[in-house]
Nanobody, 129 residues
Framework: QVQLVESGGGLVQAGGSLRLTCTTP????????MGWFRQAPGKEREFVAA????????TYADSVKGRFTISRDNAKTTLYLQMNSLKPEDTAVYYCAADRGASRAMSVAVPPGHGVDYWGKGTLVTVSS
């Protein structure tokens, strides 16, 4: 069992920045590709970004490309999502995900998130206009 705990969400004005963090106490963090998903009120869950086990391969949804950056520190068993130039449409609950498969698989899975092995409980990001 892999426990994932997100933090860093909050209220920010449009154009602002936030950094989300996902930590796990386990030593198996580097065994998993990691990703971020989000779900806005009344909408389906959508893929945001994913990163390979070593961190050398990253994948982004078109809606966040150029604004968000996913990264990981395997020594600290921590995943990050740096979010810049935030827009009101980025408002959602953001979930951390761990997957034994390839990171790219998280970006193309249908429905989004299908096959993910472990989920965090989410952290709310609200962007005001």
């Amino acid at each position: 069992q892999v426990q994932l705990v997100e933090s860093g969400g909050g209220l920010v004005q449009a154009g602002g920045s936030l950094r989300l963090t996902c930590t796990t106490p386990g030593r198996t963090f580097s065994n998993y590709a990691m990703g971020w998903f989000r779900q806005a009120p009344g909408k389906e869950r959508e893929f945001v970004a994913a990163i390979s086990r070593s961190g050398d391969i990253t994948t982004y949804a078109d809606s966040v490309k150029g604004r968000f950056t996913i990264s990981r520190d395997n020594a600290k068993t921590t995943l990050y999502l740096q979010m810049n130039s935030l827009k009101p449409e980025d408002t959602a609950v953001y979930y951390c995900a761990a997957d034994r498969g390839a990171s790219r698989a998280m970006s193309v899975a249908v429905p989004p998130g299908h096959g993910v092995d472990y989920w965090g409980k989410g952290t709310l990001v609200t962007v005001s206009s």
